[in-house]
């Protein structure tokens, strides 16, 4: 079984690999239900991030990747008409006792 470090050192040799900061386009026919919870695990992974997990893929990558990540997940919550939804459901999250 891999250690911490080894996966770390995985995970760096893949974003570093030739190809890996080529633009892609890709075409994606999605319910809004599975928009909406892709959007959530894309934010919640990003939190992780912010707030120093050191483990994961996530823990690899830099502040420019995580901007591109964070404009995709509006992109995707505005071709989807949820982004208002989501606004409110971050509101009310925002609003819980921890």
């Not at 830099?62 to 208002?84: I, R, T």
Request: proline residues 3%; charged residues 25%.
């Amino acid at each position: 079984m891999l250690n911490q470090k080894d996966v770390a050192m995985v995970y760096e040799m893949m974003l570093a690999s030739p190809g890996m900061s080529e633009h892609v386009k890709i075409g994606l026919n999605l319910p809004r239900k599975a928009v909406l919870v892709l959007t959530r695990i894309i934010e919640a992974g990003m939190a992780a991030k912010g707030e120093g997990d050191k483990t994961g893929l996530l823990a690899m990558v830099d502040d420019q990747l995580l901007h591109d990540l964070a404009e995709v997940n509006g992109e995707l919550l505005q071709k989807a008409g949820l982004k208002e939804m989501s606004e409110r459901i971050n509101s009310l999250l925002s609003k819980q006792p921890s």
